[in-house]
């Protein structure tokens, strides 16, 4: 459990010599301490935490298959959708605001979710401060529907047409090959072409 020494987990949390998996646990742990940031201890927490979370969200790549790595992106996105949006958070409401922005045109759709809520709390709690940022986030929104009759064209258009399916007790239809006759089915009683009828030689073959 995070407690307290705020600086020493963010310094831990962006020391290159830790692995992916100490990286992880150290999120997780500040995940499940959530807590802490409803006590007087939140305006520490903020100051030194929110520039790591911060630069480990933009300077890591996004990930768009499961892994640590994109579980650690997740789980820093959900400690920022859990803070308390009152007057100790105003500070780093432009920062956060413009991270979000950022992060909901590169990253994958989990996180890209967790932006939104972001956003719209912002939007909600801190209006009049974020009223420069509303025509981008329009524009965004306006670029998704402008593009989504294209996407799902393109989607569509990849996707392979259904083979018919054989009615069953039906023979199965044999393709033609190109450049060649296709064979004319014969009728029930008679032989198929290019064989001979019942009790009749086959050509080149002399009667008895």
């Given at each position: 459990?995070?407690?307290?020494?705020?600086?020493?987990?963010?310094?831990?949390?962006?020391?290159?010599?830790?692995?992916?998996q100490?990286?992880?646990?150290?999120?997780?742990?500040?995940?499940d301490s959530?807590?802490?940031?409803h006590t007087?201890?939140?305006?520490n927490?903020?100051?030194?935490?929110f520039?790591a979370?911060h630069?480990?969200?933009?300077?890591?790549?996004p990930q768009?298959?499961?892994?640590?790595?994109?579980?650690i992106r997740?789980?820093?996105?959900?400690v920022?959708?859990r803070l308390?949006?009152?007057?100790?958070l105003?500070?780093?409401?432009?920062?956060?605001?413009s991270?979000?922005?950022?992060?909901?045109?590169?990253?994958?759709?989990e996180?890209?979710?967790?932006?939104?809520?972001?956003?719209?709390d912002?939007?909600?709690?801190?209006?009049?401060?974020?009223?420069r940022?509303v025509?981008?986030?329009?524009?965004?929104v306006?670029?998704?529907?402008?593009?989504l009759?294209?996407?799902v064209?393109?989607?569509f258009?990849?996707?392979?047409?259904?083979?018919?399916?054989?009615?069953p007790?039906?023979?199965?239809?044999?393709q033609q090959?190109?450049?060649?006759?296709?064979?004319?089915?014969?009728a029930?009683?008679q032989?198929?072409?290019g064989?001979?009828?019942?009790?009749?030689?086959?050509?080149g073959?002399?009667?008895?």
């Amino acid at each position: 459990m995070i407690t307290g020494n705020f600086a020493a987990h963010a310094e831990k949390l962006m020391s290159p010599n830790i692995t992916v998996q100490q990286r992880q646990q150290l999120v997780t742990e500040m995940r499940d301490s959530i807590e802490i940031v409803h006590t007087s201890e939140y305006g520490n927490f903020l100051r030194h935490l929110f520039p790591a979370f911060h630069k480990l969200l933009v300077e890591g790549r996004p990930q768009f298959a499961e892994g640590p790595e994109q579980k650690i992106r997740n789980m820093l996105l959900e400690v920022l959708n859990r803070l308390p949006n009152n007057e100790v958070l105003r500070p780093h409401v432009q920062s956060m605001l413009s991270l979000c922005m950022k992060l909901l045109e590169c990253d994958n759709e989990e996180n890209a979710v967790i932006c939104l809520r972001i956003i719209f709390d912002l939007h909600k709690s801190f209006r009049p401060n974020l009223e420069r940022e509303v025509e981008p986030f329009l524009q965004f929104v306006q670029r998704i529907y402008t593009g989504l009759p294209k996407t799902v064209a393109q989607v569509f258009s990849d996707a392979k047409p259904p083979q018919p399916q054989q009615p069953p007790g039906q023979p199965q239809q044999l393709q033609q090959v190109p450049g060649q006759p296709q064979a004319a089915a014969a009728a029930p009683g008679q032989p198929a072409p290019g064989q001979p009828a019942p009790g009749q030689p086959a050509p080149g073959q002399l009667m008895p």
